[in-house]
Structures are given as structure tokens and as C-alpha cells.
T-cell receptor
Framework: GENVEQHPSTLSVQEGDSAVIKCTYS??????FPWYKQELGKRPQLIID?????GEKKDQRIAVTLNKTAKHFSLHITETQPEDSAVYFC???????????FGTGTRLKVLA | DTEVTQTPKHLVMGMTNKKSLKCEQH?????MYWYKQKAKKPPELMFV???????INESVPSRFSPECPNSSLLNLHLHALQPEDSALYLC???????????????FGEGSRLTVL
């Protein structure tokens, strides 16, 4: 079945630096790759997503890149701020299925 | 309205109790999900309903019983739970398109369950 690996599990960066989180998926039928941010005690919320027909997508300080051949996708956060501190989950979902599988999560700490 | 509403927010129950978690959305989403989330872990898929029919059961123990009475409501009935079932239970919904894969999962705030 579908499996999504995510690295690193924890990441500490200085405020203003960039952060990169990587995910690898196993099911070649996956065609939708969202990223969720979950603050402590809160619900996961979508921050950016990408579909398999696109290689890169950017929204202000965050961007996602997709390499279909290698089956991996990455989240890039530039100019990090303390409020970016949270747990980030990648996910993968495929056409023809309702399954939506999450990666193991990355705890990002932005140090002021 | 882009809200998924879950009740109760907190629930404490004994191992012999019967309780239910409720989830409601009015976005017209025809796919609804139950996830279980333990501390410092990702959401773990339990059940998916599509068009009010159970589409996915991820081999969840029968002490968890889902129900989808209509397109806006999703319930999770709990009976004879174990302490290890203590977790945050998240409901989510999403729009269904022709390829069943049309994007964002909208999550509720969750019901935090403690089993004594």
C-alpha cells in the first residue's frame, strides 16, 4: 500500500534562515501532494499543495517542488519566522482513491 | 461556511461505557473521514465515507463503529474501548470530483478522548 516517508523528524533553524522538509512516496499512482501545518493543540491546516502535472508551486515564503521520477517532493520555507514553528505533515493521494496518507511529520523550531 | 465542527471537544470514558463522537459539515463535501492522532504522530486513517457509504475501513477494531446518517453528519460510536485508544480523533471532509481526488482535506478541531 501507499507509504510516505518524511525527513527530518525535527528541524531547528535560526529566524530568517530557510527550512527544507522532504517526503518520498511509494505509490506511482499518487497525483496530489499537500502539506499541512499543525500547531500545538490545533487542527492540521493546508498550507500549500501540488499536483503531479506541475513541478513547482510557490506562495509567498513557501514553495513545494515535485520530482515524479524520483517520487519525492519537498517543502521550502524562506525567511522563517517564530510563528512558523509547528509540526509539518506531507501527504499523498492518488486518482481513483479516497485514501489520503500522511508522512511521519517534521517538528520545525524557529529560534529567535 | 468552511467549518468542520466536532463534538464533544473532550471526552473521558471508562472501558465499559458507550459514547459517540459527532462531526458536521455544511460545505457539500461528499467524502468524510475519521482519523486517529496520538501525540507527536501523524493522523492515522480509520474510515472514509463517500456519498454516505463506507468506502474505506483501515482494519479498525469493531469497538469503533462509524455511521454516516446523511451527507452532513458523521458519527463514531465507541464501545468497550481500551486505554490505548486514548487519542485525538479528527474528522475531515473534502469535495469529491470525477477522479475522487480534488484537493484539500478540511479538518475539525478534534475530539480528545481519554479512556480510563
Amino acid at each position: 500500500g501507499e507509504n510516505v516517508e518524511q525527513h527530518p523528524s525535527t528541524l531547528s533553524v535560526q529566524e530568517g534562515d530557510s527550512a527544507v522538509i522532504k517526503c518520498t512516496y511509494s505509490d506511482s499512482a499518487s497525483n496530489y501532494f499537500p502539506w499541512y501545518k499543525q500547531e500545538l493543540g490545533k487542527r492540521p491546516q493546508l498550507i500549500i499543495d501540488i499536483r503531479s502535472n506541475v513541478g513547482e508551486k510557490k506562495d509567498q515564503r513557501i514553495a513545494v517542488t515535485l520530482n515524479k521520477t524520483a517520487k519525492h517532493f519537498s517543502l521550502h520555507i524562506t525567511e522563517t519566522q517564530p510563528e512558523d514553528s509547528a509540526v509539518y505533515f506531507c501527504a499523498a493521494s492518488g486518482s481513483g482513491t479516497y485514501k489520503y496518507i500522511f508522512g511521519t511529520g517534521t517538528r520545525l523550531k524557529v529560534l529567535a | 461556511d468552511t467549518e468542520v465542527t466536532q463534538t464533544p471537544k473532550h471526552l473521558v470514558m471508562g472501558m465499559t461505557n458507550k459514547k459517540s463522537l459527532k462531526c458536521e459539515q455544511h460545505m457539500g463535501h461528499r467524502a468524510m473521514y475519521w482519523y486517529k492522532q496520538k501525540a507527536k504522530k501523524p493522523p492515522e486513517l480509520m474510515f472514509v465515507y463517500s456519498y454516505e457509504k463506507l468506502s474505506i475501513n483501515e482494519s479498525v477494531p469493531s469497538r469503533f463503529s462509524p455511521e454516516c446518517p446523511n451527507s452532513s453528519l458523521l458519527n463514531l460510536h465507541l464501545h468497550a474501548l481500551q486505554p490505548e485508544d486514548s487519542a485525538l480523533y479528527l474528522c475531515a471532509s473534502r469535495r469529491v470530483g470525477t477522479d475522487r481526488n480534488t484537493g484539500e482535506l478540511f479538518f475539525g478541531e478534534g475530539s480528545r478522548l481519554t479512556v480510563l
